[in-house]
């Protein structure tokens, strides 16, 4: 499994249907295609969510971006990451 951050923007739409419904029904699609979330938490400044979860390809992560957007309206973009001692360990052969 590999970790990915998910960075949610709302939309004016995607506000309007803000509600804790909406993250059940997001935490069950991110399950639906094999994701095990970590943590959501809620932003101030450039982007309003992230979402940190694990996932077994980068196919899932981004199937799971797309149909998030799809769903809730908030458009998401998706980014890889490892941890700093595993960047330490990739860079030494560098």
Do not use: Q
């Amino acid at each position: 499994m590999a970790t990915f951050f998910l960075f949610g923007k709302y939309s004016v739409e995607a506000l309007k249907e803000l509600s804790s419904d909406r993250t059940k029904k997001a935490e069950a699609l991110i399950e639906k295609f094999g994701g095990k979330v970590h943590s959501m938490y809620a932003l101030f400044g450039e982007k309003d969510l992230v979402f940190i979860i694990d996932f077994a390809t980068p196919h899932d992560a981004l199937k799971t971006s797309i149909a998030l957007t799809k769903m809730t309206g908030i458009s998401f973009s998706t980014s890889p990451a490892v941890t700093v001692a595993e960047f330490d360990k990739l860079m030494r052969d560098i």
